[in-house]
């Protein structure tokens, strides 16, 4: 079972993308959702858990779920967005380091 939060889920809302692949990337925070990023606790055919993901605009959600661009650019995109999205998270008040 994967952790899942609605209000994570919201925050992303408007948001901007933190993916920003380059060549890929939109930069229209109106499409922006929360991206799911692979991890161990990803099960076949169902996504990681909500802390597990970035904000990601239509463009690069596109780009990642579909399995383009090299294992290493899906790699430093996605940790990095991860990171920048945590960032964003510990901002807006909806996690607690």
Not at 21 to 46: A, D, F, Q, R
Request: net charge positive.
């Amino acid at each position: 079972m994967s952790f899942k939060s609605n209000k994570l889920r919201k925050s992303a809302n408007g948001q901007d993308c933190t993916l920003n692949v380059v060549g890929v990337c939109n930069y229209n925070p109106e499409t922006t959702v929360l991206c799911h990023i692979n991890t161990e606790g990803s099960i076949m055919g169902g996504k990681s858990d909500d802390f597990s993901a970035c904000f990601g605009c239509s463009s690069c959600h596109e780009w990642l779920d579909r399995n383009k661009g090299t294992e290493e650019d899906r790699l430093y995109y996605t940790r990095r967005a991860m990171v920048r999205t945590w960032r964003k998270w510990i901002d807006l008040g909806l996690i607690d380091v």
